[in-house]
């Protein structure tokens, strides 16, 4: 065979290989996130959801054992016939650090690949305009040497925080010094680490949370919406995905101006929604109500010390201005998402943060502005919701987010 033939055949050779692993990693994404998604299969159920045979699935699986990311785990219960072994994932050897970052308080959690949180730890950092890269990589090895786990565990780190975040750079445009100007925070952590990193805005975490885990599951088009302590976020799903927007800001409606004649929000802009809807807001305008006179459970209260959880209890007691605070804020919440209801026609609307512990106190108001203000044909199926998974939502939008990025990076 002439040198030139032999190269060529040399090169078809190669190139047919590549397009064989190609296709056998695309099948053992595609397995490994349905085995997440949807608990254990046997072999002959995972080829029917992979359209391909049981030989080319059951090597799948045995070099996915091999790997540690799945382990038989006894027969399957059927009614006749031998019984098939059934295969998820494993919880033992392959681990996601979420971390949820805010400007008065964060968390690490430590989660297998079952969704279950093997260890958390509130730590000191908190969202601030100025550089956290080391703070941040020594409170990682802390969390990691607690939890007796080694960096080598992890599968990938995944943070949320607040702020206008593109995704792709992981730039927090909103706090720009987070790190050396210019820098990604996952990309300087990825060097300090060796670990995968993301970052994704707080809400769009929870929004990913409730549609594989919560209030959204088989739903294509919903709104999550954070009502936290420090402001309000917003997460839009449309056709069943998470929408970011060109640079990662889609969702921002909490600086849609309500009140012209309002408070000076932080970006700059007056009376955005944002200056009236979250909960130090509520603390804040109580308190200066009960200066002004007016009757009140919480004036009887240390003063100093009125939180959340004080108004809502007041509330839940028949406090008429805490009532009334709480349905201000819901029904400036609803005329705005009767904005986005007609942009979007999602399905359901899902409230979630400190003020969905208000209840019906702060869903009712939302409804009722959104059945004010919203076509009647756009209202007909709509349902406003608090949600089930609370805080979890955001746990395990973070564990998804990293799941699904790691295993679309993994060729």
Not at 77 to 87: D, H, N, S
Not at 155 to 180: D, F, H, Q, R, W
Not at 261 to 266: F, H, I, K, R, T
Not at 359 to 364: E, L, R, V, Y
Request: proline share 3%; with cysteine.
């Amino acid at each position: 065979m002439s040198d030139l033939f032999k190269s060529i055949s040399e090169s078809e050779h190669v190139e047919k290989e590549s397009v064989v692993d190609l296709k056998k990693n695309k099948l053992k994404r595609k397995l490994l996130l349905h085995l997440y998604t949807h608990d254990s299969f046997t072999i002959a159920q995972l080829a029917k959801h992979l359209h391909t045979s049981v030989p080319s699935v059951t090597s799948l699986i045995e070099e996915l054992i091999t790997e540690k990311w799945i382990v038989e785990i006894g027969p399957a219960e059927v009614q006749l016939g031998r019984k098939p072994a059934l295969y998820r994932l494993n919880p033992r050897d392959r681990f996601v650090l979420a971390i949820d970052m805010n400007t008065y308080s964060s968390k690490a959690y430590l989660l297998n690949l079952h969704n279950e949180v093997i260890f958390s730890q509130a730590i000191s950092l908190v969202i601030e305009n100025k550089p956290i890269i080391e703070s941040l990589t020594k409170e990682i090895s802390a969390i990691l040497q607690a939890a007796a786990c080694k960096i080598t565990d992890l599968e990938a780190i995944s943070i949320s925080m607040p702020g206008l975040i593109n995704p792709k750079t992981g730039i927090n445009y909103t706090y720009p010094n987070l790190c050396v100007k210019g820098k990604s925070l996952p990309l300087e952590l990825e060097k300090f680490l060796h670990v995968r990193t993301y970052v994704i805005h707080d809400t769009k975490a929870i929004t990913l949370g409730e549609h594989h885990f919560g209030l959204a599951q088989n739903i294509q088009h919903a709104i999550t919406v954070n009502m936290d302590w420090n402001g309000v976020g917003f997460g839009l799903l449309v056709n069943g995905q998470v929408v970011l927007g060109e640079s990662g800001f889609a969702g921002e409606l909490a600086h849609i101006q309500v009140r012209p004649q309002g408070e000076l929000c932080y970006c700059g802009k007056v009376g955005c929604l944002d200056t009236v809807t979250k909960a130090s807001y509520l603390i804040k305008r109580i308190k200066e109500l009960i200066k002004e006179g007016n009757v009140s459970l919480l004036a009887k209260e240390n003063f100093e010390n009125i939180d959340i959880e004080m108004v809502i209890d007041a509330a839940n007691r028949g406090d008429e201005l805490a009532i009334d605070l709480l349905q201000d804020m819901g029904h400036e919440m609803g005329k705005v998402l009767a904005i986005a209801v007609h942009l979007l026609n999602p399905k359901t609307i899902i409230i979630h943060g400190v003020l969905a512990h208000a209840g019906k106190f702060i869903s009712n108001p939302i409804e009722q502005a959104i059945y004010k203000y919203c076509l009647a044909d756009y209202k007909e199926n709509l349902q406003v919701e608090i949600s089930e998974l609370g805080e979890r939502a955001k746990v395990l939008g973070l564990q998804a987010y990293a799941i699904h990025k790691t295993l679309a990076e993994s060729d």
